[in-house]
């Protein structure tokens, strides 16, 4: 059975930070699953198997001249369609209702007070749910009635049932939608009366094919840093086109973890993998990153760089660059759709396999990226499938720029905003990069140092967040030097930016050996199962001209969506005692904000 012969759910894209992990949860059920851009004629989808339509996410308000085009007669093709995010107010809007900003943004869990409704079978009222959104509906459209509601959203859910109509405000696609896929579910077997007819087991077969017809015979030069997701990539490269007609290389570029280079050399040669080169290169990373505080261009650069390397040892050890080879890359979909890279997607942050020089050969089509339309996980499954060691492909993700992402550097002069702000708590002056409403932020963490549960926490780093469009993190005090447990007051220390602090060989080693340490101790605790990534950051604030440093353990799934993870209080106590043995760190933080509204990395 061919693909155009599979019963079909399509998915109109608006930019979505999750649009493929809507695709990827049908595909769950045994539903063959296509993404089609906003504008895709009424006329093309009519001539697809459709059993069914979900309109995604996206950044833009519907009441915008900006707002992406659709062909309205999509909704005369008499389909069950749901709408979720901006499609659930799309929809509102086509059929007469009202589109506002909302009195309060919602960004993170909200708890959902739901109605009987097929959509909802099988699920229990007080349903928590994950919010993303600036923009409400505040006035039903005719034919609809509200099926759902939170505190501060009165139309969470609406349905028109006599025409297979749903609208949705939060994300069921995320696994922070607390109802194990049941929503999706319901709609794609209950309402759209899907049969299960693709097969997952194919998706192996399918991916191998790809690579073969896009390789066109052509050699493959493999960009390897170690991670999960360019070992995997490697190695089906491997598979489809033998090894002798794929060539890796990782490069060295100074901003990785310590020991890491020589542990990805040794780890991948006992894979299998002989045909894996190194490059060292941690100068000229150096030397392009003197001075240079701006995220986005330290990551443009970061990019550069390595395409400059890559270009340079393979011209001196195999051949000057040409048509005969294609370059390879471990891209997964967050990637992606972080970089902007879809037709409606906001850029949240410039990935260093997404700089415009790569973008340019991929238009070019001198670039294969095997998992470029793939999340984590699945990346972890095609890995399993391939009999990776198992340790390849549970460690911890590690961003291609490295190091460089958690080391904030000295920015020019900030004034902080001028909001009132809940008592025990302050601004600190550095910014960081956010997600909110599927849009980009850079804005202010807020500081706390007062002990609460971590439900109280999470439930008080969403409501600040919500409020507050200047912040979109906060972050727990845990220790600051001059200042015992007991005696930690925000109205007796002053945080200041440390001048003249950017990436250096100093800062470097300083954040390796902290990291080094605590990694030691989250594995002797066993705790490195349970935490999906866990990036340590040094920040250019201190008290006493110091620096310091924000614990930033996570968890997650995909990636797409993440929560702050909670330490137990014996492995903190540890961390604040390794902390506080280096001169140089004044304070340690605790990240307490999930994804939305903070992005994983600070930068």
């Given at each position: 059975?061919t693909?155009?012969?599979?019963?079909?759910?399509?998915?109109?894209d608006?930019?979505?930070?999750?649009?493929?992990?809507?695709?990827?949860?049908?595909?769950?059920?045994?539903?063959?699953?296509?993404?089609?851009?906003t504008?895709?004629?009424?006329?093309?989808?009519?001539?697809?198997?459709?059993?069914?339509?979900?309109?995604?996410?996206?950044?833009?308000?519907?009441?915008?001249?900006?707002?992406?085009?659709?062909?309205p007669?999509?909704?005369?093709?008499?389909?069950?369609?749901?709408?979720?995010?901006?499609?659930?107010?799309?929809?509102?809007?086509?059929?007469?209702?009202?589109?506002?900003?909302?009195?309060?943004r919602?960004?993170?869990?909200?708890?959902?007070?739901?109605?009987?409704?097929?959509?909802?079978?099988?699920?229990?009222?007080?349903?928590?749910?994950?919010?993303s959104?600036?923009?409400?509906?505040?006035?039903?459209?005719?034919?609809?009635?509200?099926?759902?509601?939170?505190?501060?959203?009165?139309?969470?859910?609406?349905?028109?049932?006599?025409?297979?109509?749903?609208?949705?405000?939060?994300?069921?696609?995320?696994?922070?939608?607390?109802?194990?896929?049941?929503?999706?579910?319901?709609?794609?077997?209950?309402?759209?009366?899907?049969k299960?007819?693709?097969?997952?087991?194919?998706?192996?077969?399918?991916?191998?094919?790809?690579?073969?017809?896009?390789?066109?015979?052509?050699?493959?030069?493999?960009?390897?840093?170690?991670g999960?997701?360019s070992?995997?990539?490697?190695?089906?490269?491997?598979?489809?086109?033998?090894?002798?007609?794929?060539?890796?290389?990782?490069?060295?570029?100074?901003?990785?973890?310590?020991?890491?280079?020589?542990?990805?050399?040794?780890?991948?040669?006992?894979?299998?993998?002989?045909?894996?080169?190194?490059?060292?290169?941690?100068?000229?990373?150096?030397?392009?990153?003197a001075?240079?505080?701006?995220?986005?261009?330290?990551?443009?650069i970061?990019?550069?760089?390595?395409?400059?390397?890559?270009?340079?040892?393979?011209?001196?050890?195999?051949?000057?660059?040409?048509?005969?080879?294609?370059?390879?890359?471990?891209?997964?979909?967050?990637?992606?759709?972080?970089?902007?890279?879809?037709?409606?997607?906001?850029?949240?942050?410039?990935?260093?396999?997404?700089?415009?020089?790569?973008q340019?050969?991929?238009r070019?089509?001198?670039?294969?990226?095997?998992?470029?339309?793939?999340?984590?996980?699945?990346?972890?499954?095609?890995?399993?499938r391939?009999?990776?060691?198992?340790?390849?492909?549970?460690?911890?993700?590690?961003?291609?720029?490295?190091l460089?992402v958690?080391?904030?550097?000295?920015?020019?002069?900030?004034?902080?905003p001028?909001?009132?702000?809940?008592?025990?708590?302050?601004?600190?002056?550095?910014q960081?990069?956010?997600?909110?409403?599927?849009?980009?932020?850079?804005a202010?963490?807020?500081?706390?140092a007062?002990?609460?549960t971590?439900?109280?926490?999470?439930?008080?780093?969403?409501?600040?967040?919500?409020?507050?469009?200047?912040?979109?993190?906060?972050?727990?005090?845990?220790?600051?030097?001059?200042?015992?447990?007991?005696?930690?007051?925000?109205?007796?220390?002053?945080?200041?930016?440390?001048?003249?602090?950017?990436?250096?060989?100093?800062r470097?080693?300083?954040?390796?050996a902290?990291?080094?340490?605590?990694?030691?101790?989250?594995?002797?605790?066993?705790?490195?199962?349970?935490?999906?990534?866990?990036?340590?950051?040094?920040?250019?604030?201190?008290?006493?001209?110091?620096?310091?440093?924000?614990?930033?353990?996570?968890?997650?799934q995909?990636?797409?969506t993440?929560n702050?993870?909670?330490?137990?209080?014996?492995?903190?106590?540890?961390?604040?005692?390794?902390?506080?043995?280096?001169?140089?760190?004044?304070?340690l933080?605790?990240?307490?904000?999930?994804?939305?509204?903070?992005?994983?990395?600070?930068?």
């Amino acid at each position: 059975m061919t693909k155009s012969d599979h019963q079909q759910i399509a998915i109109l894209d608006f930019g979505s930070q999750y649009t493929h992990l809507i695709s990827r949860r049908i595909r769950d059920f045994n539903v063959y699953s296509r993404i089609y851009p906003t504008n895709v004629p009424a006329s093309t989808l009519k001539k697809q198997n459709l059993i069914g339509l979900i309109l995604s996410g996206g950044p833009n308000s519907v009441y915008d001249q900006t707002a992406p085009k659709f062909d309205p007669r999509i909704f005369d093709l008499g389909l069950p369609t749901l709408g979720l995010c901006y499609g659930h107010q799309l929809m509102a809007q086509h059929f007469g209702g009202e589109v506002r900003p909302g009195k309060v943004r919602e960004y993170g869990v909200a708890s959902l007070k739901l109605k009987i409704d097929n959509l909802f079978y099988d699920l229990h009222d007080n349903l928590v749910v994950w919010m993303s959104h600036g923009d409400s509906v505040a006035k039903l459209p005719t034919g609809f009635e509200v099926i759902g509601s939170t505190a501060d959203c009165p139309v969470a859910a609406m349905a028109n049932r006599q025409k297979r109509l749903y609208g949705l405000q939060f994300h069921p696609e995320v696994h922070h939608t607390r109802d194990d896929n049941r929503i999706l579910y319901n709609f794609a077997i209950n309402i759209c009366g899907a049969k299960g007819d693709w097969q997952i087991d194919d998706l192996l077969a399918e991916i191998l094919n790809d690579i073969k017809l896009e390789a066109k015979g052509k050699k493959i030069f493999m960009l390897v840093s170690g991670g999960v997701d360019s070992s995997v990539a490697f190695a089906l490269l491997e598979k489809a086109l033998d090894r002798e007609n794929v060539l890796g290389l990782h490069i060295d570029s100074g901003l990785m973890r310590q020991n890491e280079s020589s542990q990805v050399k040794n780890d991948l040669e006992k894979a299998g993998f002989d045909n894996l080169n190194i490059a060292s290169a941690e100068d000229t990373f150096l030397d392009r990153l003197a001075g240079i505080a701006d995220p986005e261009e330290k990551r443009r650069i970061i990019g550069e760089t390595y395409l400059d390397v890559a270009e340079s040892w393979f011209e001196k050890n195999v051949h000057v660059w040409n048509d005969a080879w294609l370059l390879g890359q471990g891209t997964i979909y967050p990637d992606t759709i972080e970089s902007g890279g879809t037709r409606e997607a906001d850029k949240i942050k410039t990935h260093h396999n997404r700089i415009p020089r790569i973008q340019k050969m991929i238009r070019e089509g001198r670039v294969i990226e095997p998992l470029k339309n793939f999340y984590k996980d699945e990346v972890r499954q095609i890995g399993r499938r391939l009999c990776l060691p198992e340790h390849l492909l549970t460690r911890h993700p590690f961003p291609g720029p490295g190091l460089a992402v958690m080391i904030l550097c000295s920015p020019p002069e900030l004034t902080l905003p001028k909001i009132t702000l809940p008592t025990g708590t302050r601004l600190l002056p550095i910014q960081s990069t956010g997600v909110q409403g599927d849009q980009r932020s850079y804005a202010y963490p807020l500081m706390i140092a007062k002990k609460m549960t971590p439900k109280a926490l999470e439930k008080f780093s969403t409501s600040i967040t919500n409020r507050y469009r200047e912040i979109n993190r906060v972050v727990r005090l845990l220790w600051a030097r001059g200042f015992s447990e007991k005696n930690i007051k925000l109205t007796k220390m002053t945080f200041r930016q440390t001048p003249n602090l950017f990436v250096t060989k100093d800062r470097l080693d300083l954040l390796r050996a902290i990291q080094a340490k605590i990694s030691y101790l989250i594995d002797q605790a066993g705790l490195d199962k349970k935490i999906w990534e866990f990036p340590i950051v040094l920040l250019p604030l201190g008290i006493d001209g110091g620096q310091s440093i924000v614990l930033r353990p996570i968890s997650s799934q995909e990636a797409m969506t993440v929560n702050f993870y909670s330490l137990p209080a014996t492995i903190i106590k540890q961390i604040i005692k390794i902390v506080s043995e280096f001169p140089q760190i004044d304070a340690l933080f605790y990240d307490v904000t999930n994804k939305p509204p903070a992005t994983i990395q600070w930068e």
